[in-house]
């Protein structure tokens, strides 16, 4: 079998192995150079729906302007939709850096403004062997020595199989036109001087250190793989999952390098997770990653989704006999009957000749005070929230419930003593809390 045949059969293969639908609508990223060219052409062979998105980062002139006109040309003769950025990068930070950002951020934007399944680009074998030298050589642990992922969300790489030979072969063999961007052939950049000076000097010392390389990173996969697994083992019989976040019972037992192996796929780097076991924070201090948070709730950790709205301090006010929906949803009318719900915290009746409408609703604060009942005297919410275990993610949503300025209820946790039912009460007013 030819390496033509070889390549497309096991590009299809690709898709079965990652249960991909071959039927799917594909975006695929194409440069006009010979391996985006290749992907090209073999997924059309392959007969999948196709779009193309082309960035022109316009740095180098006519070359780019080329490249650009001879992309949009082909997509016309294939009658392929086409979408085009034109983009400016800047010059004074890391280049290859802020063209890949620019460049997945069209992507990303074009699957989901045109409802697109999956978004293909052109890695190949030796992209993966460049990445793997290039985060050996920063000091990178195994989560980057692992190589290019062939999947990560949408983003699809089913020319990681295959090597730039291959696949110079195959655009030859198929007579595809291709451009070439002048820029690889210098080695002012990182990657280009691993790519052109690096790994052509291994070629001469160890022809067949592509294959060696290739074979290191597969097998660094499968002991990520098994590495993860073992820490999930390790960890999951100390978390407990809530409503909006995760209470983890920290034990110093767990290995150092299990805990950030754990907190890594949440965002955060080694140095946080570091810092944080070394210094044993104190209860209410916090770090962050990109998208999450962990906090220290006295003597447990809390993961959480990290949320970037401020506090809201807005009042809101219920006449009698109405009900909010927002921020809460809060419900109340008279009574005359008591009929008692013990076993039910959300909700509470109360003796209406006491409350003085509208009654203000409200998150609380620190210096907030309620007489508990069956106390006599005051006693400071921020204590309450404490006594009753209540989180910190848990104390950012606690309600408390006004009359005359003073804290009848502390919503879902308890009332206050002077607004009570007691014997004198002819008529009662009922209240019923539900999470939205």
């Not at 034109?86 to 280049?95: H, M, Q, S, V, W």
Request: net charge positive; proline share 2%.
């Amino acid at each position: 079998m030819s390496i033509i045949n070889n390549i497309n059969k096991d590009f299809l293969a690709f898709f079965k192995q990652h249960q991909i639908k071959t039927d799917s609508k594909f975006l695929v990223g194409v440069s006009g150079g010979s391996d985006s060219m290749a992907l090209l052409d073999i997924g059309l062979k392959a007969g999948l729906n196709i779009s193309v998105a082309h960035v022109n980062y316009q740095l180098r002139n006519e070359e780019s302007e080329r490249e650009s006109f001879f992309v949009k040309q082909y997509c016309l003769e294939n009658k392929l939709n086409f979408y085009y950025k034109e983009a400016k990068i800047n010059l004074l930070k890391n280049l290859q850096n802020e063209a890949r950002e620019v460049r997945y951020q069209f992507f990303n934007g074009l699957a989901e403004e045109n409802k697109m399944d999956y978004i293909l680009t052109a890695h190949h074998q030796n992209d993966n062997h460049e990445t793997f030298l290039f985060n050996a050589l920063k000091g990178n642990g195994i989560g980057s020595l692992k190589g290019i992922p062939e999947r990560n969300g949408i983003i699809l790489r089913p020319l990681l199989q295959f090597t730039k030979t291959q696949l110079l072969i195959y655009v030859q063999e198929n007579k595809i036109k291709y451009g070439t961007d002048s820029s690889n052939l210098t080695s002012k950049y990182e990657r280009n001087f691993i790519r052109n000076e690096v790994f052509q000097r291994l070629k001469v010392k160890f022809p067949k250190f592509e294959k060696g390389l290739t074979n290191s990173i597969n097998f660094l996969n499968e002991d990520y793989l098994l590495l993860n697994q073992l820490v999930n083992e390790i960890i999951q019989p100390l978390l407990k999952e809530k409503k909006d976040h995760t209470l983890i019972n920290f034990s110093n037992h767990i290995p150092r390098q299990a805990w950030y192996h754990f907190f890594k796929k949440f965002g955060f780097n080694y140095s946080q997770i570091n810092n944080w076991l070394e210094t044993n924070s104190q209860s209410g201090k916090f770090i962050e990653s990109s998208t999450h948070r962990i906090s220290k709730d006295r003597d447990n950790w809390t993961l959480s989704i990290k949320t970037t709205h401020k506090r809201n301090d807005k009042i809101f006010y219920i006449d009698k006999n109405e009900a909010v929906e927002v921020p809460i949803y809060l419900t109340g009318h008279l009574c005359k009957t008591l009929s008692l719900e013990k076993s039910n915290k959300n909700v509470e009746f109360f003796n209406f000749s006491k409350l003085n409408f509208p009654l203000k609703l409200r998150k609380w604060k620190n210096g907030d005070k309620i007489q508990p009942l069956g106390m006599k005297g005051n006693k400071k919410v921020s204590d309450i929230l404490i006594d009753y275990k209540i989180s910190i993610l848990e104390k950012e949503n606690i309600y408390v419930l006004e009359s005359n300025n003073d804290i009848v209820w502390v919503i879902g946790i308890l009332i206050n003593e002077v607004y009570k039912v007691d014997n004198n009460c002819s008529l009662f007013y009922k209240i019923v809390y539900r999470e939205n």
